[in-house]
């Protein structure tokens, strides 16, 4: 047989493709090929030039964005207008993740650092996707559960190692008198 022909009735997940960038994603890393094909049909390619908002703080979160190219520090403004950065992420990281299941105002804003390719997850997709394809949407809920109590996991570790810094500089033995 032809070599050529081979491959033509198959989709391969190749590196340049949507669905091999998805799963290489923790969320979605435990779906089929089939499940990351319709993950693909639905999801919202968008590019972004250099230093321009995706969102900012307190706006309506309907979902989460993945970074297929380029940079985002995501931050909040003080008081006084100066922009503090909580993050600077790149390619395969994500953010706004837990807007997907509730809609919340953002807790902080985010902003391209350079040009930029987004993958975005709208809560409205997920809802539809629920109703047409509930198997696959439970898996991605799932990944996304998982995700999430490992961030708060490490966030509750990283809390008590502060406070344990924070009473050793405290302790009585530490205070001047």
């Known amino acids: 047989m032809d070599p050529l022909w081979t491959n033509i009735f198959h989709k391969k997940l190749d590196e340049e493709s949507l669905a091999y960038f998805l799963k290489h994603l923790p969320i979605f890393s435990e779906l089929s090929p089939r499940s990351l094909a319709t993950l693909e ?26 970074i297929r190219s380029g940079m985002v520090k995501i931050y909040a403004r003080e008081q006084n207008g100066v922009e503090e950065e909580l993050a600077r992420l790149g390619p395969g990281d994500f953010f706004g993740e837990t ?41 991605i809920f799932l990944g996304l559960t998982r ?31």
Request: glycine letters at 4%; proline letters at 5%.
């Open 41 to 66: 049909n639905i999801v919202h390619v968008r590019n972004y030039k250099a230093n321009e908002t995706v969102f900012e703080e307190s706006d309506p979160g309907s979902g989460m964005y993945m």
């Open 99 to 139: 807007t997907l299941t509730a809609p919340a105002p953002r807790t902080a804003s985010a902003k391209t650092l350079e040009n930029t390719e987004l993958v975005g997850l709208f809560r409205a997709d997920i809802l539809e996707l629920a109703e047409r394809k509930p198997a696959i949407s439970s898996s």
């Open 147 to 177: 995700v999430v109590s490992e961030r708060l996991q490490a966030a509750s570790l990283e809390i008590r190692r502060l406070q344990n810094q924070l009473g050793e500089v405290i302790s009585p033995e530490n205070v001047e008198t």
